[in-house]
């Protein structure tokens, strides 16, 4: 290396620098010692920056620029260069020259493997930089610092019975809390640390402003849309592109003290440990080094998953309560001792060699039938309606004390700028009417088409899914003949055909799933939408509308459609040449509950599944693929560099969302559904930590100040759930057809089994049966079907009314946000005003002072000068 080339302190071209191999010039990486700064070097030796530099991987080779971004290029190891390769090169090397035009500062380190030449470029935003992108980002800036809020409500309550609470823990290195304002430089002094210029803007900080230059530099012609870091990637120009994390995440052999771990080691051992699930989540310590979004999300979900544990409790109860009460069910005991009394119509055609079969055949279906369709269904279902309303209502009071106390509460929606993907794109330029910039634009009217497809889209694979659930109909009929056929399998045919069918169904489902989601995205690309927001909103309303209707609509037809448009013997109605499915005797709201818990637990148990298998499974194959020596130590880049592409938080919040649903909308099935979201819950925390820390790459920190679209789409779920549960207990459950018969007939419901079964027509079948409806001898529904049916149509409005009534008091009642925290927040707005106002009516008076000064000045002088001259004009 030329002398020119040595370090000195001052930034050195890429290109000039000269790719060394780093096992070459590990005797030249320098870590300054506190006896080796310089006087000159601007670094507090008794600043938190001085103990940084120990770890000398996230650092320049100088010791004390640090490394806010990595990007990493693969070069082939003994093979012919190919044609593209020369363009590869010449694109990467106009991008490293835009960076530095853009004043960042890179250095590269080169790791040859077994098989491949892996160049880290490193790069580090100078102090000028920093400020003049942290001012146009709006990005805070600490004044002061003040105690950091700790408690919370569970806390409380625990601590006022006396009750030693299990779930806190003393997690260190808390980070201080701050009044802040955005940045301005022209006020850098009065901001808290201003001379410290390493580590005045935190790590997420940094890393933000480094990846907004790398999205907006380009590598080519911006009409060709050559521009930014992620075109680069997707084009493997680059191979990756990251942040580093602050140092591994696995604590000292040796004794330490927890006061000297990394902040990725604290967060790994205190939340991200299977033994920590019961504890509080550090989210004070998640904010730190995640930033504002990912934080926010991790509160949500700790907050949803605290709210189930009681809606989990009540639904234990209302199963118990099952269990205990189904040996006083009167019409099981009917079923069960009515031996042949009850000879049952064929559930399929007797020309296809369907048999004859009795109500004593289906005695256990009908038990079990009974545990979830009880009188206390019905109060769960109001519960839970309830529960699903102020469990939203008390989250918007947690989000705004999380935002305050997070600095992001006056987080202003301001005019975003356009997507780097729409920026790259966009046919033409014109001037912003809000700011006066010109910037890329596309037209508007050119998007509406491409909507309209993506909506046909959308429309078709749902017509598609539709496709795939009457094939599982049909799947379910045609397995269950075969069945009730054999006197053996008989009393359990609807289990097996339904249990089969919705694991069929589940399979149909995941990969449906899988596929719209990738279309999906693809549409939102190709429709153009100029901001992040307004892409990540489109992207969510398309996913989950498809969502909803591939996971829901089985569910919806036994719920409200099967058995209710069956017909009766001789008057059948047929599909495809076959029956329509009937209810057995115990009801549809069983079959309902099987196909729920199928579902909803196996769609949870493939997603964790994926999240430990999946992960691991990348990471392997990625080592494979690059295949770094382990028998040398490695540098902090080099193991990120290991570790798989972080994904983002749209999964995660699907999957909540849709169990969410799961939970609300059909609950009256399955009253065991939030017992089973919490054990997952519990589970999906301490998996989504683990990826989060120590198996993905660290993420690029954004700001939120709520969770954002998602809110609205769990807000419509609560009330789609309140009408919901009131048609299933209406139309689904046996509860209001024994209820009015109870007050019509016989309160003890003897004779009941007997009252719902009609009488075939006769000279409709070979031998007389009896079939479950409310009909007469000639197939027409009795009086007491028209009664039902007005009872039926009075619960759902009165249901509806009352529960929608209550939660709307609920709404008025509690405050979105809490009375000690708007009055805190008043009481600082007011404190700035007041400051702020004083200071400029100081300087008014002072300013009307001085010039009252020179006033009087310049009267006295004048009047001095009268004063003696009159005399002598006297005289």
Known sequence: MSEN?????????????????????????????????????????????????ASKDCFFRDGVRKTDFILAYEEALDKKPKASESRNTEWREKFFKNLKKAGLEMEEEVLESERKIINFVKIHAPWEVACAYAEDLALQAPLQAHQNPSDNYSEKILSFFHIPNIMKQDVPNKPLDFYTCRFKKSKLDRFLGSDDHISFFSNTQRSFIVWEILCSATYGKKKKAEVGVERLLEEDILTAAYNLHDGGYELPRHSYDPETLNKRQVLHHYWARWG??????????????????????FAWLGFYTAWLLPASIVGVLVFIYGCVTVGSNKPASEICDSGESYKMCPLCDEDIGCEYWYLSDVCLFVRIAYLFDHPGTVFYAIFVSFWAVTFLEYWKRKNASLAHHWDVLDLEDEEERPRTEYAAKAPEWKENPVTGIREPYFNPRQRIPRILSGMAVIVIMMFLVIIFIIAVIMYRVLVSIPLFENKDLRPKASIIASLSAAIVNLIIIMALGRVYEKLALKLTQWEMHRTQSEFEDQLTFKVFIFQFVNFYSSIIYVAFFKGKFVGYPGHYNRFFGLRSEECNNGGCLIELAQQLAVIMIGKQMINNAQEVIVPKAKSLWHRFRVKIDKSV????????????????????????????????????????????????????????ASKFVSETRRPVAERAKNIGVWYTILDSLAQLAVISNSFLIAFTSEFLPRLLYQYEYNWDLTGYTNFTLAQAPNGTLSQPCRYKAFRDETGHYTIFYWRLMAIRLGFVIIFEHVVFGVCRLIDLLVPDVPETLELKIKRERYLAKQALADTETMMMMFDEFGEQLTKEGEEEEGAGDVSLKVPETTT
């Not at 019961?278 to 080094?289: A, G, M």
């Not at 490695?634 to 994904?647: H, T, V």
């Not at 919040?653 to 519990?682: H, R």
Request: hydrophobic content about 40%.
């Open 5 to 53: 080339n040595k370090l000195n302190g001052t930034t050195l071209p890429l290109e000039d620098y000269g790719a060394t191999s780093k096992r070459q010039s590990e005797d030249k990486i320098k870590i300054l010692d506190n006896d080796e700064l310089s006087p000159d070097s601007e670094f507090d030796v008794e600043s938190e920056s001085a103990r940084v530099t």
């Open 276 to 297: 920590c699930w019961y504890k509080y989540q550090p989210l004070d310590h998640i904010r730190e080094y995640f930033g504002e979004k990912i934080g926010i999300y």
């Open 633 to 688: 130590p490695r540098m902090r880049w080099e193991d990120d560099f290991e570790l798989i592409e972080n994904e983002g938080l749209f999964q995660e919040y699907l999957e909540m969302v849709l169990q969410f649903g799961f939970i609300t909308i059909f609950v009256a099935a399955f009253p065991l559904a939030p017992l089973f979201a919490l054990l997952n819950n519990w589970v999906e925390i301490r998996l989504d």
